[in-house]
Protein backbone atom coordinates (compact mmCIF):
# COMPACT_ATOMS: atom_id res chain seq x y z
CA UNK A 1 0.00 0.00 0.00
CA UNK A 2 1.07 3.58 -0.38
CA UNK A 3 -0.28 6.69 1.08
CA UNK A 4 -0.62 9.72 -0.67
CA UNK A 5 -0.56 13.36 -0.12
CA UNK A 6 -1.57 16.36 -2.21
CA UNK A 7 -0.70 20.23 -1.82
CA UNK A 8 -0.55 22.94 -4.14
CA UNK A 9 -4.30 23.76 -5.22
CA UNK A 10 -5.69 27.26 -4.58
CA UNK A 11 -7.58 30.00 -6.27
CA UNK A 12 -6.29 31.36 -9.34
CA UNK A 13 -7.38 33.75 -12.29
CA UNK A 14 -8.16 32.49 -15.83
CA UNK A 15 -4.65 31.73 -17.57
CA UNK A 16 -2.66 31.31 -14.94
CA UNK A 17 -1.21 28.54 -13.60
CA UNK A 18 -0.85 25.98 -10.65
CA UNK A 19 1.89 23.22 -9.80
CA UNK A 20 0.41 20.00 -7.51
CA UNK A 21 2.70 17.48 -5.73
CA UNK A 22 2.15 14.21 -4.21
CA UNK A 23 3.95 12.81 -1.53
CA UNK A 24 4.20 9.44 -1.98
CA UNK A 25 5.28 7.00 1.24
CA UNK A 26 6.20 3.28 0.37
CA UNK A 27 9.09 1.38 -1.67
CA UNK A 28 7.10 0.43 -4.45
CA UNK A 29 6.34 3.92 -5.51
CA UNK A 30 9.16 3.78 -7.65
CA UNK A 31 7.52 1.19 -9.86
CA UNK A 32 4.88 2.19 -9.27
CA UNK A 33 2.33 4.18 -12.33
CA UNK A 34 0.47 7.20 -10.60
CA UNK A 35 -2.35 9.17 -12.36
CA UNK A 36 -3.71 12.54 -11.70
CA UNK A 37 -7.95 12.74 -11.72
CA UNK A 38 -10.06 15.28 -11.11
CA UNK A 39 -13.34 15.80 -9.86
CA UNK A 40 -15.64 18.98 -10.78
CA UNK A 41 -18.83 19.09 -8.81
CA UNK A 42 -21.88 17.48 -9.79
CA UNK A 43 -19.33 15.72 -12.30
CA UNK A 44 -17.95 11.98 -12.44
CA UNK A 45 -13.99 11.95 -10.93
CA UNK A 46 -12.14 11.37 -14.22
CA UNK A 47 -8.80 10.56 -15.25
CA UNK A 48 -6.54 13.08 -16.64
CA UNK A 49 -2.91 12.71 -16.68
CA UNK A 50 -0.73 9.27 -16.23
CA UNK A 51 2.87 8.45 -15.67
CA UNK A 52 4.48 5.30 -16.16
CA UNK A 53 7.18 3.89 -13.53
CA UNK A 54 9.58 5.11 -16.04
CA UNK A 55 7.94 8.40 -17.10
CA UNK A 56 6.14 7.74 -20.03
CA UNK A 57 3.35 10.12 -19.44
CA UNK A 58 0.06 10.67 -20.88
CA UNK A 59 -3.52 13.33 -20.98
CA UNK A 60 -6.43 13.63 -21.99
CA UNK A 61 -7.19 15.87 -24.76
CA UNK A 62 -8.34 18.53 -22.69
CA UNK A 63 -5.73 19.17 -20.98
CA UNK A 64 -2.72 18.18 -23.59
CA UNK A 65 -0.58 21.35 -24.31
CA UNK A 66 -1.20 22.79 -21.24
CA UNK A 67 -0.96 20.28 -18.46
CA UNK A 68 2.67 17.78 -17.62
CA UNK A 69 2.98 15.00 -15.29
CA UNK A 70 6.73 14.60 -13.86
CA UNK A 71 8.06 12.11 -10.82
CA UNK A 72 11.16 12.26 -8.83
CA UNK A 73 11.48 8.69 -8.18
CA UNK A 74 14.18 9.91 -5.13
CA UNK A 75 11.64 12.33 -3.89
CA UNK A 76 8.67 9.56 -4.06
CA UNK A 77 6.96 12.83 -5.55
CA UNK A 78 4.62 13.34 -8.24
CA UNK A 79 3.88 16.38 -9.47
CA UNK A 80 1.12 18.04 -12.31
CA UNK A 81 2.00 21.56 -13.63
CA UNK A 82 -1.29 23.60 -14.76
CA UNK A 83 -0.80 26.41 -17.41
CA UNK A 84 -3.36 28.28 -19.41
CA UNK A 85 -5.74 27.64 -16.53
CA UNK A 86 -9.28 27.84 -17.54
CA UNK A 87 -12.30 27.89 -15.58
CA UNK A 88 -13.45 24.61 -16.28
CA UNK A 89 -10.45 23.24 -15.13
CA UNK A 90 -12.10 24.21 -11.08
CA UNK A 91 -12.29 20.26 -10.07
CA UNK A 92 -10.63 18.74 -6.64
CA UNK A 93 -7.61 16.91 -8.16
CA UNK A 94 -6.62 13.75 -6.77
CA UNK A 95 -3.52 11.68 -7.42
CA UNK A 96 -3.48 7.52 -7.23
CA UNK A 97 -1.59 4.65 -7.55
CA UNK A 98 -3.04 3.03 -10.97
CA UNK A 99 -4.55 -0.54 -10.09
CA UNK A 100 -4.49 -0.06 -6.41
CA UNK A 101 -7.19 1.37 -4.11
CA UNK A 102 -4.48 4.11 -3.12
CA UNK A 103 -6.00 7.78 -3.63
CA UNK A 104 -4.73 10.90 -2.07
CA UNK A 105 -7.14 12.89 0.08
CA UNK A 106 -8.07 15.14 -2.78
CA UNK A 107 -6.63 19.44 -3.31
CA UNK A 108 -9.28 22.24 -4.67
CA UNK A 109 -8.25 23.77 -7.97
CA UNK A 110 -10.82 26.93 -8.66
CA UNK A 111 -10.15 28.62 -11.49
CA UNK A 112 -11.82 32.22 -12.01
CA UNK A 113 -12.93 33.41 -14.94
Known amino acids: QVQLVESGGGLVQAGGSLRLSCAASGSIFSISNMGWYRQAPGKQRELVATITSTGYSNYIDSVKGRFTISRDNAKNMIYLQMNSLKPEDTAVYYC???????WGQGTQVTVSS
Open 96 to 102: RRLGSGD
